[in-house]
């Protein structure tokens, strides 16, 4: 029989999700103590599957989650997801009151999405965080103090608390999206998702908006894009990307290719069904001119990027100019040379190309302190 790992204990929303995605199947569910825990019970092969929550609609992604995909889980693949509503309840000892409880305790995640509701109807009760939501009933239920956990009604069962309020998530449409991992990736079809790790070179303006063009050149409805630190340097991102389609269909093929030859690190996460979720119908034809008009603004504006660049430069070479002339003719003929050449293996006119050098080089002449 198969095994699926999820952060336990029981009575976690984790639990709850692994058991919807086996669904009919026989599957033994496994609690483990962390996500890391998960992440190498599938990779070493003792579980065959592993749940972790991905991200909330209120408090947005699990950065933890995202960490362990880029830089940790190298021999496992996105194999599926799971959509859960969430309902948060506060739960408590019975013949505990609202107006005794002096603490609140819960997994990190639940007390951020609950916030506001407990700071309105539990001004200045103090609110701990707990490994998971289980482990926090499970902490109210051994102490003889007036705490409450915020959890869910099976782990009021489990640990015999009453549930003290029910429902106290800010946000009334509350849902976590979960994914599974596995060894081995699973069918492609209709209504799939696919995620694509990537990285850029941040320094060049433009670079992550000619990358995402690859895909809306083509029509490809992109879902979700999540940067997380590539723990290099300071300054330094890699980015989630989730599309609606999968390898082997042509137009992603041919945007992957692009994806590819755009970016620095690329890597696919998995493909795999999306959860209730139904594909935006795709037109390449009708985004192409928007596309490539996107990008020519992109372009215009690297190129006066360029031009503030050298004119800086500029600036600097006369600096060191002092008593020299500012014009020198014979370097000024080798660069005209210089650009006619590459002009031409670029497949530019080299008269329009040396014709736009000499329309700047007043310009420049100027900033180093010549006569324009």
């Known amino acids: 029989m198969e095994t699926i790992a999820y952060l336990g204990p029981e009575g976690t929303h984790s639990e709850e999700a692994a058991s919807r995605w086996a669904g009919d199947r026989p599957m033994l569910l496994r609690p483990l103590r962390s996500l890391v825990e998960v992440v190498g019970a599938v990779e070493g092969g003792s579980v065959d599957w592993g749940l972790l929550p991905a991200e909330n609609s209120g408090e947005g992604s699990l950065g933890l989650t995202l960490d362990l995909l880029a830089h940790q889980a190298d021999r496992v693949q996105i194999c599926g997801e799971v959509v859960l509503r969430i309902r948060h309840h506060l739960l408590a000892r019975p013949g505990v009151s609202r107006e005794r409880v002096t603490r609140i305790i819960s997994h990190s995640q639940a007390l951020a ?60 449409e509350n849902a976590t999206r979960f994914l599974v991992i596995g ?16 990285a850029v070179d941040g320094r060049r303006p433009g670079s992550l908006y000619r990358l995402l063009g690859e895909f809306a050149r083509r029509g490809i409805n992109l879902t979700r894009i999540e940067s997380r630190p590539a723990k290099t340097r300071l300054g330094e991102y890699i980015f989630f990307i989730d599309l609606e389609g999968h390898p082997g269909e042509p137009e992603v093929d041919e945007a992957l290719a692009g994806v590819r030859a755009r970016s620095s690190f690329c890597k696919i996460l998995g493909s795999y069904p999306a959860d209730g979720a139904s594909q935006t119908p795709r037109d390449p034809v009708s ?36 008593g020299r002339p500012v014009r020198d003719p014979e370097r000024e003929a080798e660069i005209k040379e210089r650009l006619r050449a590459l002009a031409v293996r670029k497949g530019l006119d080299a008269d329009i190309v040396t014709g736009v050098y000499e329309l700047l080089l007043p310009y420049f002449v100027e900033l180093q302190g010549g006569p324009g």
């Open 287 to 322: 985004s192409d001119l928007e596309t490539i008009r996107a990008e020519i603004d992109v372009t215009d504006s690297q190129i006066v990027a360029l031009l503030a660049e050298r004119a800086e430069l500029a600036r600097r070479a006369g600096k060191f100019k002092d």
């Open 113 to 172: 999405q609950c916030r506001e509701h407990l700071a309105r109807d539990f001004p200045g009760v103090e609110l701990v965080e707990s490994t998971s939501t289980a482990e926090a009933a499970r902490a109210v239920a051994q102490t003889g103090r007036p705490w409450a956990a915020v959890g869910t009604r099976k782990a009021a069962r489990l640990h015999g608390l009453s549930v003290l309020a029910e429902d106290v998530a800010d946000l009334k």
């Open 183 to 198: 060894r081995r990736g699973c069918r492609t079809g209709p209504g799939d998702k696919t995620t694509v790790l990537v």
